[in-house]
């Protein structure tokens, strides 16, 4: 039944995204972040529905988009350089597994085509929001369906991360907290009550389903969002009351093992596992930068067992933090660091020209939003300051998880972008 119904998603798909270039679009980031394929269990698991989809896509874009313009501003420049920076690193690897290397290679490089089709098709108002929608019906839906499961169990359930890029329940907190700025966004400007009422629900339980993702990581970034909102709200006296009285009620019917789980968060430097096998991702990426400054080892340099092992004598005594010697049967891990991921994969050269894409989105959408302010533009005012706080919890939350490359920073760095080429600040085609 599945892949019937995938199958029958995959015609309309086709068909609404050859006539509507930007639908295609649409249904290209949906596709990316929810890996429809790997819910199946029957033939249309071989089904390249992303690949269908971008060529669709493309040849809309050729055939049907008129007055074309290729207009992706100097942050895209920076986007495309960082590409060519991978490639760069790619090629001069120090990785035992090449092939490896080059898988990742690829990944990016679709990721990267994901944000040049959003550049250079997305114009309107109209298109940015149907863009959000998808990307809240790909997280957003599959998170409050899993804090449905984790009510109705009373907390037994554990939440894991969806399949395809985000299968880890850290990248799944990240992603969830990435969301939730754009699910509050949709409830500002929908008009539709019933939907609005929808909106709350969904909201309500994306922030449940942070709890019951059981990540520290994913639980501090929604901690700093809860108060980046606070802070922007007009209602502080009321919301900081509110807040006095739910927080201790909630944290007292929370799960035994939740709240023993965050409470390790104090002694995560000395006692926790998890947390010393980081520093040491950490350590060794930094060792591998240190030894190829320019363009580092290559994707996932830390991962690969020969640089594992060169590194692993040189940790205890690398660094201001003291962490134990590392065990010679212990597996390599991870960056679990967007910053060291980067840092390890392309070196300090890839690392500066990813802070200056993350620097640049960043001073970009503080433009937009004055901009905005300026020409009484509220719509994208309030959607550009979503924006900030998306791209401010990726940015602390990144520090738990290996996601330099997620699909979705590089969807709304595409909305950035958009808003400042095609002038949305203002009021001018923002309802076509």
């Given at each position: 039944?599945?892949?019937?119904?995938?199958?029958?998603?995959?015609?309309?798909?086709?068909?609404?995204?050859?006539?509507?270039?930007?639908?295609?679009?649409?249904?290209?980031?949906?596709?990316?972040?929810?890996?429809?394929?790997?819910?199946?269990?029957?033939?249309?698991?071989?089904?390249?529905?992303?690949?269908?989809?971008?060529?669709?896509?493309?040849?809309?874009?050729?055939?049907?988009?008129?007055?074309?313009?290729?207009?992706?501003?100097?942050?895209?420049?920076?986007?495309?350089?960082?590409?060519?920076?991978?490639?760069?690193?790619?090629?001069?690897?120090?990785?035992?597994?090449?092939?490896?290397?080059?898988?990742?290679?690829?990944?990016?490089?679709?990721?990267?085509?994901?944000?040049?089709?959003?550049?250079?098709?997305?114009?309107?108002?109209?298109?940015?929001?149907?863009?959000?929608?998808?990307?809240?019906?790909?997280?957003?839906?599959?998170?409050?369906?899993?804090?449905?499961?984790?009510?109705?169990?009373?907390?037994?359930?554990?939440?894991?991360?969806?399949?395809?890029?985000?299968?880890?329940?850290?990248?799944?907190?990240?992603?969830?907290?990435?969301?939730?700025?754009?699910?509050?966004?949709?409830?500002?400007?929908?008009?539709?009550?019933?939907?609005?009422?929808?909106?709350?629900?969904?909201?309500?339980?994306?922030?449940?389903?942070?709890?019951?993702?059981?990540?520290?990581?994913?639980?501090?970034?929604?901690?700093?969002?809860?108060?980046?909102?606070?802070?922007?709200?007009?209602?502080?006296?009321?919301?900081?009351?509110?807040?006095?009285?739910?927080?201790?009620?909630?944290?007292?019917?929370?799960?035994?093992?939740?709240?023993?789980?965050?409470?390790?968060?104090?002694?995560?430097?000395?006692?926790?596992?998890?947390?010393?096998?980081?520093?040491?991702?950490?350590?060794?990426?930094?060792?591998?930068?240190?030894?190829?400054?320019?363009?580092?080892?290559?994707?996932?340099?830390?991962?690969?067992?020969?640089?594992?092992?060169?590194?692993?004598?040189?940790?205890?005594?690398?660094?201001?933090?003291?962490?134990?010697?590392?065990?010679?049967?212990?597996?390599?891990?991870?960056?679990?660091?967007?910053?060291?991921?980067?840092?390890?994969?392309?070196?300090?050269?890839?690392?500066?020209?990813?802070?200056?894409?993350?620097?640049?989105?960043?001073?970009?959408?503080?433009?937009?939003?004055?901009?905005?302010?300026?020409?009484?533009?509220?719509?994208c005012d309030q959607l550009c300051l979503a924006i900030t706080l998306s791209l401010v919890g990726f940015c602390i939350t990144g520090a738990n998880v290996?996601?330099?490359?997620?699909?979705?920073?590089?969807?709304?760095?595409?909305i950035v972008v958009v808003i400042n080429s095609n002038n949305l600040s203002s009021n001018l085609k923002s309802h076509e």
């Amino acid at each position: 039944m599945r892949d019937i119904a995938l199958v029958m998603l995959l015609f309309v798909a086709i068909y609404y995204s050859f006539k509507r270039p930007y639908l295609g679009v649409c249904a290209w980031v949906w596709i990316a972040l929810t890996a429809p394929a790997n819910w199946a269990y029957g033939f249309s698991q071989d089904f390249r529905l992303n690949l269908t989809i971008v060529i669709v896509t493309f040849f809309s874009y050729l055939f049907v988009t008129k007055n074309k313009h290729f207009n992706i501003s100097g942050l895209g420049g920076w986007i495309l350089f960082f590409g060519f920076w991978t490639f760069l690193s790619s090629v001069l690897h120090v990785r035992s597994i090449p092939d490896d290397v080059w898988f990742r290679f690829t990944e990016f490089m679709k990721v990267l085509m994901l944000f040049m089709f959003a550049v250079l098709i997305l114009r309107t108002r109209l298109h940015i929001e149907t863009f959000i929608w998808a990307i809240v019906l790909s997280i957003s839906s599959y998170a409050g369906m899993e804090a449905v499961k984790f009510i109705l169990s009373g907390g037994g359930h554990r939440i894991v991360g969806v399949a395809g890029q985000i299968a880890d329940r850290n990248d799944l907190a990240v992603a969830i907290n990435m969301c939730i700025p754009l699910i509050v966004y949709l409830m500002q400007t929908c008009k539709d009550k019933r939907l609005k009422v929808g909106l709350w629900a969904l909201l309500a339980l994306n922030i449940i389903s942070i709890v019951g993702t059981f990540s520290r990581g994913g639980f501090i970034g929604l901690a700093i969002l809860s108060f980046a909102f606070w802070w922007k709200s007009k209602h502080k006296f009321a919301l900081a009351i509110l807040a006095a009285v739910m927080l201790p009620l909630m944290y007292a019917v929370a799960p035994a093992d939740w709240k023993e789980r965050q409470n390790t968060v104090s002694t995560a430097a000395t006692e926790d596992g998890s947390f010393i096998g980081r520093l040491w991702a950490w350590k060794i990426s930094t060792l591998i930068a240190i030894d190829n400054p320019v363009t580092g080892g290559g994707f996932k340099a830390v991962t690969d067992p020969l640089l594992w092992h060169r590194y692993r004598a040189k940790t205890p005594d690398f660094t201001f933090l003291e962490t134990p010697t590392i065990p010679p049967t212990l597996l390599p891990k991870a960056a679990h660091n967007i910053y060291m991921q980067v840092l390890g994969d392309h070196g300090f050269v890839g690392l500066g020209i990813f802070l200056v894409i993350l620097l640049k989105t960043l001073r970009m959408n503080n433009r937009n939003r004055k901009l905005a302010i300026a020409n009484n533009s509220k719509w994208c005012d309030q959607l550009c300051l979503a924006i900030t706080l998306s791209l401010v919890g990726f940015c602390i939350t990144g520090a738990n998880v290996s996601r330099a490359y997620f699909d979705l920073l590089y969807a709304i760095i595409a909305i950035v972008v958009v808003i400042n080429s095609n002038n949305l600040s203002s009021n001018l085609k923002s309802h076509e």
